[in-house]
């Protein structure tokens, strides 16, 4: 099987695994559903108040809410994406049968962490964000081009989303507990994501520090292509460095990992 083929196959079981919880995504898209009524009218009255808040009229500002809420499990901004997993690996030493595997440790997750992406995408965040632009005022573009450009971001949002975690995920490790390192991720996915309010409304310099930082890459981006508030190539250079370096930092510090898995005989 050529490389590109194990990977796809690697996507499409993370796919078909999440696939079989039906009765947790319908939770999840009425929860998501819920949610978003509650956000909605929350940013409707803080727009009432402050009209254009982060260059946002109510109709972005509603879309936003939205797609945050399509997003929410898609990027696993809380966590618990193929990072949970790796996490547990690492601590019960299974990690080891993975290092013996024929194919890259990093991509063969990342390729895991696409495929449950996808799924939660279609499965869990469609219908939420069909369901806020039927019947709330919505800043939905109607050019083909703007969508394409639109799911261009998606994809480099999902890869930083995975380098993030990949990254912290390692840190296992050497910690042997992943408790600490998934709050962080919990904490730091909705403060700096753009998940509970929009980057574009917060102050300087704080607003200038984190829509620097990669989680600016995961939201406002995407967010910001599809309502037209930059260009897709801004967007996409964005996100492509961030997920570069991150890739790159999580390559180097599985080396080091996997030297110290050796050293300790595992």
């Known amino acids: 099987m050529g ?3 194990l990977y796809a196959a690697v996507a499409a079981g993370g796919f078909r695994r999440y696939a079989t919880y039906r009765a947790a995504t319908a939770a999840g898209i009425f929860t998501n559903t819920v949610f978003g009524v509650i956000l909605v009218y929350t940013y409707l009255a803080l727009w009432d108040e402050r009209p254009h808040l982060g260059g946002y009229d109510q109709a972005q500002a509603v879309t936003y809410v939205w797609l945050g809420q399509c997003l929410y499990s898609t990027l696993a901004i809380q966590g618990g994406g193929a990072e949970k997993d790796l996490m547990e690996r690492i601590r019960t030493g299974e990690i080891a049968v993975d290092l013996y ?3 890259d440790l990093q991509l063969w997750w990342l390729a895991s962490d696409l495929g449950r992406a996808l799924f939660q995408v279609l499965g869990r965040g469609v219908i939420p964000f069909a369901f806020g632009a039927l019947f709330f005022p919505s800043a939905l573009p109607t050019d083909v081009t703007v969508w394409a450009a639109f799911a261009v971001t998606l994809v480099l949002a999902m890869v930083v989303s995975f380098a993030i975690r990949y990254l ?12 600490g390192i998934s709050q962080f991720l919990m904490v730091t996915g909705i403060f700096f994501s ?8 917060f102050p300087d310099p704080y607003g200038d520090i984190v829509r620097a930082l990669p989680w600016a890459a995961q939201i406002q981006m995407p967010a910001d292509v599809l309502m037209g508030e930059t260009s897709p190539l801004t967007a996409y250079a964005f996100q492509a460095v961030w997920a570069v370096v991150l890739l790159a930092a999580g390559r180097l510090l599985q080396s080091a990992a996997t030297r ?3 050293v300790q005989g595992g």
């Open 101 to 103: 595997r024929p194919a």
């Open 260 to 262: 110290r898995v050796v």
């Open 3 to 5: 490389s590109a083929r």
């Open 168 to 179: 912290l995920a390692l840190s296992v490790f050497w910690i042997m507990d992943g408790m």
């Open 194 to 201: 753009g998940m509970t309010f929009p980057l574009n409304a």
